[in-house]
């Protein structure tokens, strides 16, 4: 696994440019609550890139399921560098996207459509951040993880109740890193995903 990642001035730069794009925008539509309007660094976007220090080594490409403003895929895009597929089924969040993606020069493709019927190909890291419980979330990861492939999944103080609910139908290798953003929260890096096959 990498080290955190050790933000360049260029990248503080983008980030901020990132921001500063999030709170225009968000005068126009719902991207963050009003009230996280003054934590953006502290509640989204540092919390997004903790994630980094836990992807692959090895990862070429990844996917962000339901991306909605950003986080944490296009805060990892801007980050790390590495491409990456957001998936957003609204318009209006993945025009932002679209934007965000272009001002920050992050080499992100956006697809505005469900996760379901997403047409892009399997990646080695996916990832995913206040969408669903975590058997939902391993239901739409199946078919665009690749083999080999990670997930990185935040999750809060209910994270043992939702590993618990997707054991029934799902083996896995799980490594839960507490969050450095949030005291009840956890990072779950899941690995080794197989659907467990009843006779």
Do not use: Y
Not at 3 to 20: K, M
Not at 23 to 35: A, E, M
Request: charged content about 25%; proline content about 5%.
């Amino acid at each position: 696994m990498k080290h955190p990642v050790d933000v360049s001035r260029e990248t503080q730069h983008r980030l901020a440019e990132f921001a500063a794009l999030l709170l225009h925008w968000n005068k126009r539509i719902n991207l963050v609550g009003r009230s996280d309007e003054g934590v953006i660094w502290e509640r989204h976007i540092l919390d997004s890139l903790q994630l980094a220090a836990l992807m692959p080594d090895n990862v070429v490409r990844a996917i962000d399921l339901g991306s909605g403003a950003g986080f944490p895929g296009l805060i990892l895009c801007i980050a790390t560098g590495i491409p990456f597929d957001l998936i957003e089924s609204d318009q209006r969040k993945a025009a932002f996207l679209r934007e965000a993606a272009r001002v920050t020069a992050a080499p992100a493709q956006v697809h505005a459509c469900r996760i379901e019927g997403a047409p892009v190909c399997p990646a080695g890291l996916v990832t995913a951040r206040a969408l669903a419980p975590l058997t939902k979330l391993l239901d739409l990861a199946e078919r665009l993880l690749a083999e080999g492939g990670v997930c990185l999944f935040p999750k809060s103080e209910k994270a043992d109740q939702e590993i618990n609910e997707a054991s029934a139908t799902w083996t896995m290798k799980i490594e839960p890193h507490i969050s450095q953003t949030d005291r009840s929260g956890v990072i779950l890096r899941i690995s080794e995903v197989k659907r467990v096959r009843f006779s």
